[in-house]
């Protein structure tokens, strides 16, 4: 008995909730909404009065809704279109004409004309994304009308989300997860909100388009070293590094010597946007028929790789030592994979500002391609790849 | 005060049959009228005649020159109900060589319950409303309030004044409305009832039974 107790005492909230929600949606409408107002005219001992003129009056807004006369069974009965009817609560006051020893009588009635359910969007997210980054879009979808609106769905892209039931003037937040395009530019989310109007069963449908910028990034490095040096001889060579993104980027760097002393410097920097800057060292040759120089340039899961091939001369060789800059570029390899070990051809030329910019976009997109979200592009990594080559077999072609 | 006329022929020395019963209300006025004749029929002037409740003379006066007279009496309000005997009497009188002579009427006294009353113009059902009223001619009884030969409502009279109150019934048809007033008739008692028109009216009631959006 007390558990009998406990379950209705338990089901009491809920129960009054309902009435209560029966209660007030009992005359409430959506603007345009047609509304019948019927009504049922007797005597004092609840018989029908046949012919009544019923006069069915908006007080609130002063308007006549209508005016009918009862039937046999004593019903008459307007409806009432709400198009024009402010929102808000209206007072319809029903009264009856007074003929044939029939007084005039009346009552009201209160009905709430509801705005219609609006859907408004509005979103969060970033203006600036990194290309083919995930980022997070929260989109907030509002009803901005007093009419509830029902099964209300909002639509990213291809994704869509479940926002349930929104009464007036609620909202709720979605969030979504968006991947930016490869290449950067302007480009535009798209969403789309849809529900049902309550009472009426209308369609509520809603767009946002919100434009965000896939920002540039890259980075380019490049070894500037002498094509020769004199065994047992200190030779200096500096790394050209260039930011190309638009966000400040902290570069580790890491270099390889092979045939020289140090064989390995460690270095760090952060590099503006759109800056480039040139870290010099200093090494010595050792007997050796070559130095190798292999450099890489990470920041985050951006890397740049460059590698040259000094020719070492013996000690008593007469040949004088060119510039720094001179040193022949080794093809290009994978940073991951092994340094190649074969001796390229010496190229004593300088480089040129032009095949720079070339080659650093080119490493840039060859590093961008080996990030794990970009594996699908390895063709397009491998064609970076033969472009480079041919630009430097260019280069060492017109160089006098 | 209303009048009543009798005729009354006085024969000297013999005497006339009575009259029939007449009928007169406590305030009329009873008027006997006659001629005084000798016993061949010539009139007799200057006779003087009485009229008399028993003992009690209530008019009297002398005979004109063709032996007539008239006389009267106005029936007071307080005398008792029912037979009363009248004489018309000719005393004795001497110097006219007229001895005395007399002839009786016999007359009923009534009283007349004349009832005036009001009530409410419009009436409705379930209403109580109120009639009242004064009856003349009664100080007390009883009156009442009927609707188509049906006594509806009862109320006392008091001194001469009465306030019935009646709930209007459920079932009475709207529209015109007689409603009769009178009053329980004892012995020698006349009523003059009276009626109060009035109209009943619905008092409608106005139910919502369905507000809902299409």
């Known amino acids: 008995m007390i558990e009998l107790s406990r379950r209705y005492l338990a089901l009491l909230p809920t129960l009054l909730t309902l009435s209560v929600a029966l209660a007030a949606a009992g005359n409430q409408v959506v603007r345009g909404q047609a509304l019948t107002i019927r009504v049922r005219v007797t005597d004092e001992n609840g018989n029908p009065l046949r012919g009544v003129r019923v006069h069915f009056l908006d007080e609130t807004d002063g308007v006549e809704v209508g005016v009918d006369s009862t039937d046999s069974t004593g019903y008459a ?10 929102p808000g609560a209206h007072s319809i006051l029903i009264w009856t004409e007074e003929a044939d020893f029939v007084e005039s009588a009346q009552t009201r009635v209160s009905v709430v004309v509801l705005s219609p359910a609006e859907l408004r969007l509005s979103v969060s997210a970033p203006a600036a994304v990194r290309p083919r980054r995930g980022f997070r879009v929260e989109v907030t979808v509002t009803n901005a009308g007093q009419a509830a609106a029902l099964d209300v769905a ?25 991947v930016a395009p490869d290449r950067p530019g302007e480009y535009s989310l798209s969403l789309l909100a849809s529900g049902t109007e309550w009472g009426t069963g209308r369609r509520l449908s809603t767009s946002l388009e919100v434009s965000y910028r896939v920002e540039l990034e890259g980075v380019a490095l490049e070894i500037r070293a002498p094509p ?57 040759a050792v007997e050796a028929d070559q130095v190798r120089i292999s450099a890489l340039a990470q920041g985050g899961d951006l890397r740049a790789w460059d590698e040259v091939v000094i020719q070492v001369l013996p000690a008593d060789s007469h040949h004088p030592p060119p510039a720094e800059g001179g040193a022949t570029t080794a093809p290009p390899q994978p940073p991951t994979g092994p340094p190649p070990t074969g001796h390229s051809p010496r190229a004593p030329a300088r480089r040129g500002a032009a095949l720079a910019v070339n080659v650093t976009t080119d490493v840039r997109a060859r590093e961008s391609a080996q ?30 | 005060m209303r009048k009543k006329h009798l005729a009354a022929l006085l024969l000297a020395m013999a005497v006339a049959p009575a009259l029939a019963q007449t009928k007169v209300y406590r305030g009329d006025v009873l008027t006997v009228s006659g001629v005084i004749r000798d016993e061949l029929g010539n009139p007799v002037p200057g006779a003087e005649v009485q009229l008399l409740e028993g003992a009690t003379v209530l008019d009297s ?24 005997t009248l004489t018309v009497y000719v005393p004795e009188q001497p110097s006219l060589y007229v001895e005395a002579s007399s002839t009786t009427l016999s007359v009923e006294v009534w ?104």
């Open chain 1, 77 to 86: 009965s307007v409806v009432w279109d709400t198009s024009l009817a402010t």
């Open chain 1, 154 to 178: 909002v639509s990213l892209n291809e994704s869509t989300k479940g926002a349930g039931d929104l009464p007036a003037g609620a909202s709720t937040t979605l969030e979504f997860t968006a």
């Open chain 1, 228 to 284: 020769s040096v004199r065994e047992g001889e200190s030779f200096n060579f500096s790394l050209d590094l260039s930011n190309l993104g638009e966000r400040p980027l902290p570069l580790s760097i890491q270099v390889n010597l092979t045939g020289a002393r140090p064989g390995r410097i460690e270095d760090s920097l952060t590099l503006d946007p759109r800056s480039s800057v040139t870290r010099a060292y200093s090494a010595t």
């Open chain 1, 371 to 400: 990030s794990p979200v970009r594996e699908i592009s390895a063709a397009g990594s491998t064609l970076a790849l033969v472009v480079l080559t041919v630009l430097r077999g260019l280069w060492r072609v017109e160089d006098p």
């Open chain 2, 61 to 84: 006066t002398t005979t004109g020159s063709d032996g007539s007279f008239t006389l009267s009496w106005q029936v007071p309000r307080d005398h008792e109900l029912g037979p009363v």
């Open chain 2, 111 to 214: 009283a007349l319950a004349v009832l005036t009353a009001s009530g409410p113009q419009r009436i409705h059902r379930g209403d109580t409303i109120a009639i009242t009223g004064s009856v003349q001619g009664m100080d007390s009884g009883t009156v009442e309030v009927r609707r188509g030969g049906v006594t509806v409502a009862t109320g006392p009279v008091r001194e001469g004044q009465f306030n019935v109150s009646l709930a209007v019934p459920s079932d009475w048809p709207k529209g015109p409305l007689v409603l009769t007033v009178t009053t329980q008739a004892g012995s020698y008692v006349d009523v003059e009832e009276c009626q109060v028109s009035a109209e009943l009216w619905i008092r409608p009631e106005i139910v919502v039974t369905e507000v809902s959006g299409g």
